[in-house]
């Protein structure tokens, strides 16, 4: 019979559990001093909780045999179900702590690709030196409208530009950015992108992710006024910016993933003609998790390996 079968079958809510830890040492040292030694009371304490755990449990529990005290046999019963309980207990609390050298724990992050491009590696050196064990399982960006509740359930966090909340997340910022055109080195027209004409006049190469309807670039430069020429739809920054590594097509890009990777591609960056504002990438984390101390730090390490964001002027 287990303990919890025990306790149903008294009055639950006369059961004081810190007797528990009183019960487990009584059955461990099977005598009153040396129990009261183990959990630092006086003998008088534990002379105490006995005659209180003997009333609640209708047995002597402990008793004199000659010189010495022997377990009855409803305590011989007892113990291992008061260890398992005991270990139950602490397990419980101990899960409010998060060490991450020795935590086995999995992060699930939902970014787009841009942020898994510019943070992935700094995230992976963080995470094998700090906490080896740890898994992050990064899950591809999703629009609004494919987000369910039961998949929110699932994220540890979420990287994205979408300032709007998502249902029971808290929000911060993580890094600001801004846009540039990129295209390939030696391009025809090159420098002459910074004027409105030449920019009009080029080919682009648009980005809709997963879930979106439109580029974004395209609803901003729709609220100017001004319709770009765009040759082909990519479904992500990385694609867009090898397309116009190997064509004339110029993408229009984050500073940062233009920065990262114009020299692998031998790429150039030109300033728009347009200011395009600052573009800000924010860290939604769910509000059960606030106080997590393994999400504290799996945020934090986020919040430590994006660089520092630049000064802060428009938005679009």
């Avoid at 409803?74 to 050298?101: H, N």
């Avoid at 995230?123 to 509740?149: F, K, S």
């Avoid at 200011?275 to 106080?291: N, S, V």
Wanted: hydrophobic share 45%.
């Amino acid at each position: 019979m287990s303990l919890m079968d025990y306790i149903r079958r008294m009055n639950v809510e006369r059961f004081d559990l810190n007797l528990l830890r009183v019960l487990d040492a009584l059955l461990t040292e099977r005598a009153v001093g040396h129990a009261a030694a183990r959990l630092g009371l006086s003998q008088p304490a534990a002379s105490h909780a006995l005659r209180r755990l003997r009333a609640l449990l209708n047995d002597p529990l402990l008793v004199r045999v000659g010189s010495r005290m022997e377990l009855t046999p409803r305590a011989l019963g007892l113990r291992e179900p008061v260890s398992e309980a005991l270990a139950a207990a602490r397990k419980l609390f101990e899960g409010m702590e998060f060490d991450p050298a020795t935590s086995r724990r999995r992060f699930v992050l939902m970014a787009p690709d841009i942020v898994v491009s510019l943070m992935a590696p700094a995230l992976t050196e963080a995470v094998l030196r700090e906490a080896p064990n740890v898994c992050v399982e990064i899950t591809p960006w999703r629009g609004p409208h494919l987000i369910t509740e039961d998949f929110l359930r699932k994220l540890d966090a979420i990287v994205t530009n979408l300032g709007d909340s998502f249902p029971g997340f808290h929000r911060s910022t993580l890094y600001r950015d801004t846009d540039v055109l990129v295209v390939r080195r030696n391009h025809p027209v090159g420098k002459r992108l910074r004027t409105v004409d030449a920019f009009l006049k080029a080919r682009h190469v648009a980005i809709v992710g997963r879930g979106s309807s439109s580029d974004q670039i395209d609803d901003w430069l729709t609220t100017l006024g001004m319709r770009r020429n765009s040759a082909i739809v990519a479904p992500s920054y990385l694609q867009a910016l090898h397309i116009a590594a190997e064509t004339d097509l110029v993408a229009f890009v984050p500073s940062r993933l233009a920065e990262l990777l114009a020299d692998r591609l031998n790429l150039m960056t030109v300033k728009p003609p347009f200011d395009p504002g600052i573009d800000e990438q924010f860290l939604f984390y769910p509000a059960t998790a606030q106080h997590d101390q393994g999400s504290l730090w799996f945020r934090s390490l986020l919040m430590k390996i994006s660089k520092p964001g630049r000064p802060e002027g428009s938005r679009r």
